[in-house]
């Protein structure tokens, strides 16, 4: 293919990701996904490998990148197949982020040419405490753990799956029937893209695409000078009374590779920071994709060299049953600020400041243990960027790992018994400098009812550092009717209660 078709291409098998994600966002039913667009679509060769991706969550596809050959292998496909899975040791990243993978046939379903997949999140996926992010010691504490299991075979939906889901009727309900129609519908889209451009070419443009873009990290590379970069950070405690968790990384920059070596980082936690390896692969990836010029194609030849180092039985890779509930959020989030702590000493007039590192998880909802109903809310809100070597921080945006978009007020207060008091920007929460980091925000709920608050959040103790002198963004601060909250806690509230969260700034860059 020549430069003008190889771009067409990709942009042909973007715009199927694209238009899965707009069916899974209209037809969706909870504000996770039709209003915050916690969610992510992605393709996939026949073996598993990444080729096509929306801009959507970061956490979401790199971990999918990571971990889709582990899934679709060694397992026998069917057209109108589709696999559900959660399990943060078996491809997933934690219990919340639900994933459906669909194979894609063609010649009358004898040719097995690719995978469509999403990714969601779901406020209540079986947690005895209500948004289904607690505070929590065990995997099994955090909900219902889905197994690699099929949800259809051959286009019939599975009554055992459905007992597993919770869903008594012979058919899908509510969010996991939108997520099942954005897979059909991606299934049919890449049909009919192989039909209409052939099977021989539609895979030269696989490997074209995916060599192209190998190039262009490699050129990236090129342009780094190699050496060897440490740099450690810390999380504020695991909840369950461990503190200053260390996370390391050694960054090696060799002439046509990067190693990333997390495996000086702190053994796994008795909390739920911990994280499976896939997690860390979605940080670094995402990191390295920051350095490359222009919007280079999603795809696996864009992250062939980058090499990653972890030690089993880590917070960075840990083991089943640890929990893993806030490592898909907290410690991704500064995982980020690690890779690019690293790479300001190497890029120093490049890399920007930390940012807020943290997503600040607030679930909180009510179980009715005599009827059975509950409600569930769950949201993550945004903070502080960080400032460049060119440019301020920015306010009040939902940076790196998360990208998802803040609840609308509306949407809330409709949906759920809560009240917005305020919302606002953090004037002054960012770090001072030459250029000034960005400032968090400030979100304050009214109870309407009972209910269980949980607050899994980072960057309450140490701040979001600056770089080349500039000061550190302001940590963030949780208050429930003016009393202190610590960064991790599971509470009671009374109608009436207001929680106020306080959000970091991100670090300045340069001296005043």
Known sequence: MNAIELKLFSSRVSAICDEMGTVLRRTAF??????????????????????????????HLGSMAFAMGSITENRVWQEGDMLVLNDPYLGGTHLPDVTLVAPVFTDQGTRLIGFVANRAHHANIGCDTPGSMPISSRLDEEGLIIPPTLLYEAGQVQKQALSLLGLEEEKLSGDFAAQAGANTLGVRRLQTLVQ????????????????????????????????????????????????????????????????????????????????????????????????????????????????????????????????????NVETSSRLVDLVFGALAQALPLRISAASQGTMNNVAMGRIDNESGERWDYYETLAGGIGAGPHTQGRDAVHSHMTNTLNTPVESLEMHYPLRVHRYAIRRGSGGKGKHSGGAGIVREYEFLEQAQLSLLSERRLRLPWGLQGGGPGKSGRNSLNGVALPGKCSVSVEKGDRLLIETPGGGAWGEC
């Open 30 to 59: 909870s504000p996770n996904i039709k209003d915050r667009l916690d969610f992510s679509c992605a393709l996939f060769s026949s073996d598993g490998k990444l080729f096509a991706q929306a801009a959507h969550i970061p956490v």
């Open 196 to 327: 209409a451009t052939g099977l021989e070419r539609y895979a030269r443009g696989m490997k074209e695409l995916n060599d192209y873009a190998d190039r262009i990290t490699a050129d990236s590379i090129r342009g780094l000078e190699e050496g060897e970069y440490c740099f450690e950070d810390f999380l504020d405690d695991d909840g369950c009374g461990q503190e200053n968790v260390r996370l390391a990384l050694t960054l090696r920059i060799k002439a046509d590779s990067l190693e990333l070596d997390f495996s000086e980082s702190s053994e796994q936690v008795s909390g739920n920071l911990n994280c499976p390896e896939s997690v860390v692969a979605a940080a670094a990836f995402y990191c390295i994709r920051c350095l490359l010029p222009g919007d280079p194609p999603a795809c696996e030849g864009l992250f062939r060299r980058i090499h990653l180092q972890t030690k089993l039985g880590s917070i960075v890779n840990a083991m089943r049953p640890a929990a893993v509930a806030a490592g």
